[in-house]
């Protein structure tokens, strides 16, 4: 239960929860001053004479500091610590953004509309409306245009690209998208979307036959989805439709439990009809929501403490190892302390970016352009590695410590097209999807990729002296599991097939018509039995789990049962492993968690770090001999990173596209072929083999080999970034750090390798598996990670999002489906957009908003979201994080003092919500000279809010306006179905008001029309005299004929009151 407590002008003054009180002050004017957390810490605001606000005091002592000009436009914000943004305009329009980094542009033409935006460097992105404000092109930042096609009723028909292809789209009458066509030359795809009674998608499908089929519950939350095979998973919702349970469709059960502000607090998990075998994981929260202990299954606990922004200052884990965290005024990492000695200092220049990293794991430094990009990183033992980039912050360069250098060259869509090493050029070439088609080699060689449907690699092969040395054929089912692999190494052929069990986990390996091996596993996911086939005997390893836990294995093998044994610590660390009651092997991690050692009988490894956490070195002891190996990292990535390696004395280069493609040694270099997954198949003229869980199969790769994991020769294993991977066991050594997907109750294992299906994900961190090497990364090419934070954010996430939902949807490789699809619209609202909009650079809100547009109209993705919006309102306390509460009457609001009255509005805004849902809009602007204003009102579904309504007050009439935080408007507004059932009523006469907003998220009001709602909405200019004269003239009433009507308004002269009765669609 949450209580609001108001003053005696309706302020909310305190919000009383199970977990604490909120307060909130205001000034005399009306302005909110402070916020009070329930652990007492403050945020406080100031302001001046105009209400605008000119100062934010954080918890932290932080503070940001705006100025304005003498129209209160915000023309800069500069933070205690210096970090400063200017704005610039031009009349009424943000011409320029100047930030620590660069700059910013826009241009416009004579209706207010962006023709151009422009960064630093003449890199800009510019569109073509036509006569009804619709993109009908754009261009992005490196010359290529998208052209768009509308219908008779508005919607997008057609997306032409360049490159040959083209998005064609089909409604039904109601506006449903029914059909999208992907055309690629002659070729041709489809999808197809289905509905039931109720309009909610009820089933997609594709003609190559993949299909998946949805039900509902009441509330319009997914229930079950059934995939092209016939196995389904099925959701239930608690209360606040909240996902309390799934099953999976190998029975596992996952049960999840919440406190009374609906944060997760444990997750229980059984197989079907059997409770007593159960997984458990428990989370303590304290009055803020944050966790401070997490429990495990075997009582083993970590807890953690917090400082007043929520940020980690104490971890003790479940051995006891006490870090703690230190952070400057602005929130970022300065010092980590461990209690076993280990310590890591952090140092930020001016602008936020890290510059230096000292402390026990030795000294690091960085230098950096103007744009955060760094040009040369210094290691720990000295090495220096440079970097040179072009105008689009893309790699052009890297040096590496022996004064090599490395190019890269990239085509007009930003794609790398060749690497230069040297005296070798490597060329990348692309089909018109964007995926990788060959990469051409100096020697004359060359590799060529094929693809299905849906991006998933058909062919890999290998062409050496103008013959196929090398031939990897793939085959799927219709949920994207492979099926079967066909290697042709210069002549002998190999076919292997694989069986699945319900959730993807491979359990048979048939090689020439001959089962080879077999798996079994438990409900959690564990690997119970292995059953290795060869021509004279027969393999059997038993697994026994305890805790989830491999505790113990039984090998069967020409009647001889060998026994193996392993100890873990209380992190879940493997620390010894034993065989036939012998140690075999013993681990050893320091308080970080990182494994720094691994002794094997007269034979150790000790690995070093850097203060990043970069695996950067390792001393191997066989017998009375030692060897050192060092290596340089690309401190950008974190895996695929390793640039240059020193081996007691022998230099080793490494060369990277998107995978590992050559390797240098005294200045000879050697090609190097990596299959889908990233394994290493060829390193000149020596080909590798692997098992389906990376068990080498003849010859031992040196460096890098299954997946592009690191090879490691005393443990016999492979080392991802985080963690250890034993492929034998097909498990890693250590828990997984990032804990698995709530809707998908397999993920939650701990332990297990790419949840059992390596084939198809592959897992290069040790924290999250992803959708195999090739097809993953090829996706967006070789964009680094600054084209997607700072030139364009909205476009390269949400083409991400687009392409997973789209042409992943089948693919099991892309886990959500269609949960993506449901969700994405509502969780882009909920948690990107308030945070997009937290600050006034409001140019930045139009791009990304704009973006949004035009993915969803690439993609088909409009409306179709909508449909598929789960209905569910979140916490009090997440409404009120965002500014909302939720009255006596179950109807949303917003307070009066919000984050949206400082950053206006513009069309826009409404392109977000016509993509994504039902909504009509009234747009009256009125005035002249300096008493310039416009009264927007809204109506239709707001997601998961419901059917609601909005009515505000805003000046200017330009294309973007601002919130009129002065207004002595009074305003209330009634909203009803066509049929007169009420859907809510807000007076709101008792208070001045800039902005007025009614939600009701009834199950009755979800994935309503804009035009099946009646809203009646009214203002009082009673107070404000000027304001109404110009409104009636504007309007050309005639002041002296009370109760006139033109066809939008009612006006009371003697009263100074508007009144608008709004049926159908859009009124301007």
């Known amino acids: ?193 289905y509905y039931d009674d109720l309009g909610r998608v009820s089933g997609i499908r594709t003609d190559t036959g993949r299909e998946n089929t949805y039900s509902y519950d009441s509330e319009g939350n997914i229930t079950s989805i059934r995939d092209s095979i016939g196995n389904t998973n099925y959701f239930k919702y608690g209360v606040g439709n909240i996902l309390e349970k799934v099953v999976d469709s190998d029975g596992l059960v996952s049960e999840y439990s919440y406190d009374k502000m609906y944060n997760l607090v444990g997750i229980r998990q059984y197989k079907k009809d059997n409770e007593n075998d159960c997984m458990t994981r428990s989370y303590h929260r304290n009055n803020m929501g944050r966790i401070f202990k997490i429990e495990n299954a075997d009582s083993t606990y970590k807890t953690m403490d917090y400082n007043s922004l929520g940020q980690v200052v104490k971890n003790i884990d479940e051995d006891g190892f006490k870090t703690e965290l230190k952070y400057n005024e602005a929130g970022l990492l300065t010092s980590m302390k461990c209690s076993d000695g280990n310590n890591v200092n952090y140092e930020y220049d001016s602008n936020r970016f890290l510059k230096a990293v000292s402390g026990s794991f030795g000294t690091m430094s960085f230098e950096r352009d103007k744009k955060g990009l760094v040009k040369k990183a210094l290691t720990t033992e000295g090495h220096s590695i440079a970097y040179g980039y072009d105008k689009f912050g893309r790699t052009v360069a890297i040096v590496y410590p022996d004064g090599k250098k490395v190019g890269y060259n990239y085509d007009k869509k930003g794609r790398l097209i060749e ?69 042709n190494k210069n002549g002998s052929v190999k076919d292997y097939n694989y069986s699945y069990d319900e959730v993807g986990r491979i359990t048979k390996v048939v090689l020439d018509g001959k089962m080879l091996r077999e798996y079994s596993y438990d409900i959690f996911g564990n690997r119970t039995a292995k059953v290795e086939y060869a021509e004279d005997e027969v393999i059997t390893t038993n697994y026994i789990y305890k805790g989830g836990k491999l505790a113990e294995e039984l090998i069967s093998k020409n009647n001889i049962l060998i026994q193996k044994r392993y100890e873990y610590d209380k992190r879940g660390n493997l620390i010894k492993k034993f065989s036939c009651g012998e140690l075999e092997a013993e681990y050893k991690y320091n308080g970080l968690g990182q494994l720094i050692s691994v002794i094997s009988g007269k034979n150790s490894v000790n690995y070093e770090y850097d203060g990043l956490g970069h695996r950067i070195g390792k001393t191997e002891t066989d017998g009375n001999e030692s060897h050192t190996t060092s290596y340089v990292i690309d401190i950008r990535k974190k895996t695929d990173n390793i640039l240059w390696q020193n081996s007691d004395g022998n230099e080793r280069s490494f060369v990277w596209d998107i995978q590992l493609i050559s390797e240098v040694e005294d200045d000879n270099s050697t090609n190097i072929i990596c299959d889908e997954l990233g394994s290493v198949i060829l390193e000149g003229g020596e080909l590798f083999e692997y098992s389906e ?132 619209g509502r969780e882009f609202a909920i948690n990107n957009i308030p945070d997009s909009i937290g600050t006034p650079m409001v140019a930045i809100l139009h791009t990304a908003i704009r973006t949004l547009r035009y993915i969803t109209e690439y993609t088909g993705l409009s409306d179709l979201i909508n449909e598929l919006t789960v209905s569910g309102i979140r916490s009090d306390r997440e409404l009120n994080k965002f500014n909302f509460y939720k009255d006596n009457n179950g109807i949303i609001h917003t307070m009066s003092e919000c984050w949206q009255m400082w950053w206006g509005y513009n069309p826009m805004y409404d392109f977000f919500f016509n ?154």
């Open 1 to 193: 239960m949450t209580e609001y407590v108001y003053d005696n002008i309706r302020r909310i003054s305190q919000i009383k929860r199970a977990d604490g009180v909120e307060k909130f002050e205001y000034d005399k004017r009306g302005n909110m001053t402070k916020m009070i957390a329930p652990d007492g810490s403050m945020k406080s605001f100031s302001y001046d004479d105009n209400r605008n606000i000119v100062s934010v005091t954080y918890p932290t002592g932080l503070s940001e500091n705006y100025k304005y000009d003498k129209l209160n436009r915000c023309i800069s914000k500069e933070f205690s610590d210096g970090v400063k943004s200017d704005f610039v305009y031009d009349g009424d329009r943000l011409i320029e953004i100047v930030l620590p980094s660069g700059s910013i542009r826009y241009e416009y033409d004579e209706y207010g509309r962006v023709l151009k935006q422009t960064l630093d460097e003449n890199i800009s992105e510019s569109f073509v409306y036509d006569s009804m404000n619709r993109v009908l092109e754009y261009t992005d930042i490196f010359g290529n245009v998208s052209g768009y096609e509308y219908n008779q009723n508005g919607r997008v028909k057609a997306v032409n690209l360049s490159d040959d292809v083209k998005y064609i789209y089909t409604y039904d009458k109601l506006g449903r998208p029914t059909e999208e066509s992907r055309l690629v030359g002659d070729a041709e795809n489809k999808i197809y979307y």
């Open 419 to 487: 690497t230069v090493s040297g005296n070798e050029h490597i060329r990348l070439t692309y089909n018109s999807l964007g995926r990788i088609e060959s990469r051409e080699y100096s020697d004359g060689s060359k590799t060529c990729y094929e693809y299905n449907d849906i991006g998933s690699p058909t062919k890999i092969t290998h062409i050496s002296d103008e013959k196929i040395n090398m031939e990897y054929t793939y085959t799927y089912d219709l949920v994207g599991n492979k099926t079967g692999i066909s290697i």
């Open 693 to 824: 869980f990376g068990e080498v199969l003849g010859s031992k790769p040196k460096n890098f080999g299954f997946a592009g994991l690191m090879v490691d020769d005393i443990s016999g294993n492979y080392l991802s970034a985080t963690r250890m991977y034993d492929e034998n066991m097909g498990r890693f050594l250590g828990k997984d750090k990032i804990k698995g997907d709530l809707r998908y109750g397999f993920t939650q294992n701990e332990y297990t390798y790419c949840y059992n299906s390596p084939l198809i994900f592959v897992d290069s961190t040790g924290e999250s598996p992803e959708a195999n090497a090739l097809t993953y990364k090829d996706f967006e090419g070789f964009v680094l990670d600054y084209m997607e934070s700072t030139i364009s954010p909205g476009y390269y996430g949400l083409k991400n999002l687009a392409i997973e939902v789209f042409w992943g949807i089948f693919n099991s490789a892309s886990l959500g489906g269609v949960d993506v699809v449901m969700n994405a």
């Open 915 to 1068: 993509s994504f849902t039902s909504m009509n809009r009234a747009k009256f602007q009125f005035g002249s000279g300096e008493s310039k204003f416009t009264l927007w009102m809204w109506k239709g579904d707001y997601f998961h809010f419901g059917a609601g309504s909005e009515i505000g007050i805003y000046k200017g009439n330009d294309w973007h306006v601002d919130c009129y935080k002065q207004s002595h408007l009074k305003m209330y507004m009634n909203l009803t179905l066509k049929d007169g059932t009420l859907v809510s009523d807000w007076d709101a006469y008792d208070q001045y008001q800039w902005w007025i907003t009614g939600f009701n998220p009834d199950k009755r009001f979800q994935d309503v029309k804009a035009e099946d709602l009646v809203m009646v909405g009214m203002v009082d200019f009673d107070e404000e005299r000027v304001m109404w004269k110009e409104f009636v003239h504007t309007a050309e009433f005639d002041d002296q004929n009370e109760d006139k009507i033109n066809d939008n308004w009612c006006l009371d002269f003697v009263h100074r009151n508007a009144v608008m009765k709004w049926e159908g669609g859009n009124r301007n």
